[in-house]
């Protein structure tokens, strides 16, 4: 039997009459990338709240190496490993890179919070801006400091929603370039929620496949994107 860092057990969050999660069940082992996509309302963000603590779930379980944590906090959850990027929000814009991956690690309570930062910035090419003050960064630059913020503490299980967003085709690839090389490196595991497809299907382990709440399809990346139910419910026919 595989270890899996993580695991998801038939996880389900309804809103009143809105099945925003009905019956999710997936995995990560260590340092896999699981890219996630679907159509928009199809569960994504919720399933990364569901994993974090940020949603209570309506049933299922989430586990994480080996331990149930499905009736912890958030805060709990990040302490034990389980991290995810925020866009923009994590930001403090007048303080300088450094000081904000300092004060992220050690508000984690990590003993050595001055070598943990200093361990992310190296990690993300970061720690040349270490002086800069984040509202003078680069859109992309700003997007690997949200990164660094998560990845403080070394956590086990990293969690993204759409970290491409509004970066340029380099961009793009370059912080796609950083996520393989942590998860080599670090053996951090990545659930990667992503409208790049490009990205999604080049940089993934494993692609799993979410319809109004659902997993329609699970599996290695060209097996999923040759999946008939997938191009005709989100890839499209032509695809
Ligand atoms: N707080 C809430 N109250 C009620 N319904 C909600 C709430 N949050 C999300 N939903 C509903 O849950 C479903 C899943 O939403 P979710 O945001 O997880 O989708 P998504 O796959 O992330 O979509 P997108 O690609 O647009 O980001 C949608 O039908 C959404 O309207
Ligand atoms: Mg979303």
């Known amino acids: 039997m595989t270890a899996y860092v993580l695991e998801t057990r038939d996880v389900a969050i309804h809103y009143g009459g809105v099945k ?3 019956g999710v069940s997936l995995t990560l082992e260590k340092g896999q990338i699981r890219g996630l996509i679907g159509p928009n309302g199809a569960g994504k963000s919720t399933v990364i709240d569901a994993i974090t603590g940020r949603r209570p ?8 190496d080996g331990q149930d944590v499905s009736q912890l906090g958030a805060v709990a959850r990040r302490r034990l490993g389980l991290s995810r990027s925020f866009q923009r929000t994590s930001i403090f814009t007048g303080m300088p890179v450094r000081k904000q991956v300092e004060l992220a690690s050690y508000k984690m309570g990590v003993s050595d919070s001055a070598a943990d930062a ?16 984040a509202e003078d ?3 992309g ?7 660094a913020l998560a990845l403080v503490g070394r956590p086990k299980m990293l969690m993204l929603d759409e970290p491409m967003a ?9 912080l ?33 496949v979410f319809e109004l709440g659902r997993v329609i399809a699970s599996g290695e ?7 008939p139910r997938v191009r005709e419910a989100y890839l499209g026919s032509a695809a």
């Open 20 to 22: 925003a999660l009905d």
């Open 166 to 174: 509004g970066l340029s085709v380099k961009e793009s690839l370059d």
């Open 118 to 133: 200093e361990a992310v910035l190296q990690e993300l090419d970061l720690a040349r801006l270490g002086d800069v003050v």
């Open 141 to 147: 630059e700003q997007r690997r400091l949200d990164l």
């Open 57 to 64: 779930l309506t049933r299922g379980q989430v586990i994480l």
């Open 176 to 208: 796609a370039q950083h996520l393989k090389a942590l998860t080599s490196r670090w053996e951090v595991s990545v659930l990667l929620v992503e409208h790049d497809m490009d990205v999604v299907f080049s940089i993934s382990d494993a692609v799993t």
């Open 221 to 227: 990346p060209a097996q999923v994107r040759a999946d």
């Open 137 to 139: 960064l680069g859109y």
